[in-house]
């Protein structure tokens, strides 16, 4: 799974029991276990799921070279073989050609994701000179749109390695012989900075797509095949079936063995009526799809949701389990507001996309985006746009968690087979400050039960925060005598957030997905 073959290509199946069929009993081995959603959770009281977003830790790249005259655009940050490696949108308002916006990708590169260079590649011509970062991509003249990459560990050949989706022709193409509709393309690179187009006509990946947003693609381990996440536009009809008002803007999936051959893409994800303005009052502008690398079998979105009275575009947060099915229950942003953004008349001057992926640096995950300070909808967006590449840090696991406050709460987990004896909790218990006497304001106390719940060991109270907290168990208890078992985990929490937990000592276990539901 991109970078963590200790959870894919070396994950092993561990064959379930008897036992553990007849009593519905899972089988986790040492994959971590969030409580993102209820899927591990038999029963809680007093606790309640709560979103964690991320923290803002400033701009890295900004709009500064003669070819980014009008502004950035969507960005994907890869950490590889030590380097950060940044593809981002170059825009530029063109007012001679047709559709006035001219977007290339660019290439910048980052020792430590905070401190970027733009290096000189000598790909495309801009202006006269080739003294620029931009990459040569697509069938027209280097004029793609929303291109994302990502590094493929299914490639069939080291030429391979690196594979890019982006919107070809974006909106229209400025140049004679190219196809004037968008499409979807792709290109696949041995470095990832040189790139080779696909082999099919006009590059085509997609029979068709939308190109107005970044999509997303990568291998998925568990399905055994490549995943797409594109725009799927859908239009109000009249009752003489004619499209009418603004498109609603959703989110399409579409899934092949191949990467050269993609079947058009089917509607995952739709704006409701828990969304402001309702179905047909925003739009889900793009997925920023991605594969958590740290915990098998779950699938991260972060979708912008674009609101059209006042043309913001906030980061919000979905979840889901098998890449299909996207738990939003969360609605509000993930990622807070620019606190400088300034309303502009019935406009909020704010928009942000967060890129697809995210690098672990030590106990953070590192997420990067694209902010700028103009309202999506109004007349001057994309004649000026400004903004950065932002830089966002989250808790490793703790996007979403299951928080006890103001009384005690407990989170019993589904009933699984033990495979090993080292359990590790991330969790925060140092919320409340000790009491006068000394008490600790915040506890956290697991314990471990058979299926008829009795306690089979019970851990000191925890008093820490940590991604990785190992428990004391009383009176001399030691999980390596329910090796083999199965038990279930009772967390009672005071004062406290609980992320996941995992047996980190157990071997993990593979998990599969049907090839397409």
């Known amino acids: 799974m991109r970078g963590t073959p200790a959870m894919i290509a070396a994950a092993v199946t561990i064959a379930t029991s008897v036992l553990a069929q007849t009593a519905d009993v899972r089988e986790i081995g ?5 409580f993102i959603d209820e899927d591990m959770v038999q029963s809680m009281a007093g606790v309640a799921f709560v979103l964690n977003p991320a923290q803002r830790a400033g701009p890295v790249l900004f709009p500064d070279a003669p070819w980014e005259p009008t502004g950035l655009g969507y960005v994907t940050v890869l950490h590889d073989e030590g380097k950060f490696r940044m593809y981002y949108g170059s825009w530029e308002w063109r007012e001679d050609i047709k559709g006035h916006w001219m977007d290339r990708i660019a290439y910048a590169e980052s020792d430590d994701g905070i401190h970027w260079r733009k290096p000189i590649l000598g790909q495309m011509e801009y202006q006269g000179s080739t003294a620029n970062n931009l990459l040569m991509l697509g069938h027209c003249g280097g004029y793609v749109h929303g291109g994302s990459v990502f590094i493929d560990p299914h490639a069939a050949s080291p ?45 085509l990946l997609f029979p068709s797509g939308g190109t107005d947003t970044q999509n997303v693609c990568f291998w998925d381990p568990y399905r055994q095949a490549y995943v797409a996440y594109t725009r799927v536009n859908v239009y109000r009809k009249n009752d003489q079936g004619e499209p009418y008002g603004q498109a609603s803007r959703r989110i399409g999936r579409s899934q ?16 409701d009526e828990d969304d402001p303005g309702g179905e047909w009052g925003c739009g889900l502008y793009n997925s920023a799809a991605t594969l958590y690398d740290w915990a098998p079998g779950v699938y991260l979105f972060f979708p912008s949701v674009h609101h059209y009275d006042n043309g913001l575009a906030e980061i919000t947060f979905a979840s889901s389990r098998d890449g299909i099915h996207l738990d939003r229950r969360f609605r509000e942003r993930y990622v807070p ?28 995950l590192w997420m990067y985006g694209l902010e700028h300070p103009t309202p999506h909808n109004s007349r001057w967006y994309g004649r ?126 593979a998990i599969q997905i049907a090839p397409q539901e």
């Open 30 to 34: 040492g994959n971590k276990q969030l």
């Open 159 to 203: 030429d391979e390695r690196y594979k890019m989706i982006f919107g070809d022709f974006y909106r229209i193409c400025p140049y004679e012989g190219c196809p004037q509709h968008t499409t979807i393309s792709g290109a696949t690179s041995a470095d990832g900075i040189h790139w080779t187009g696909l082999d099919t006509p006009h590059g």
């Open 256 to 271: 092949s063995p191949i990467w050269r051959e993609f079947p058009p893409s089917e509607e995952i994800a739709a704006p």
């Open 337 to 364: 507001i620019d606190p400088t953004a300034v309303r502009v008349g019935d406009q909020i001057g704010y928009s942000a996309y967060m890129g697809p992926g995210m690098i672990r640096m030590g106990d953070e």
């Open 384 to 509: 000026r746009i400004e903004g950065a590449i932002q830089r966002y840090v989250q808790r490793l696991d703790g996007f979403v968690s299951l928080d006890a406050a103001g009384r005690p709460g407990t989170v019993t987990t589904r009933p699984f087979v033990l495979r090993g004896s080292r359990l590790e909790v991330n969790a925060k218990a140092d919320i409340a400050p000790p009491a006068p006497d000394g008490t600790p304001g915040s506890t956290l106390v697991v314990e471990a039960l058979d299926l008829e719940g009795n306690v089979l060991a019970a851990s000191e109270p925890i008093h820490d925060d940590g991604v990785a907290l190992t428990p004391t168990w009383r009176d001399g208890a030691d999980l390596a005598q329910l090796i083999g078992q199965p038990v279930q985990l009772r967390f009672t929490l005071d004062m406290a957030k609980l992320y996941a937990f995992q047996i980190a000592d157990a071997e993990p276990v």
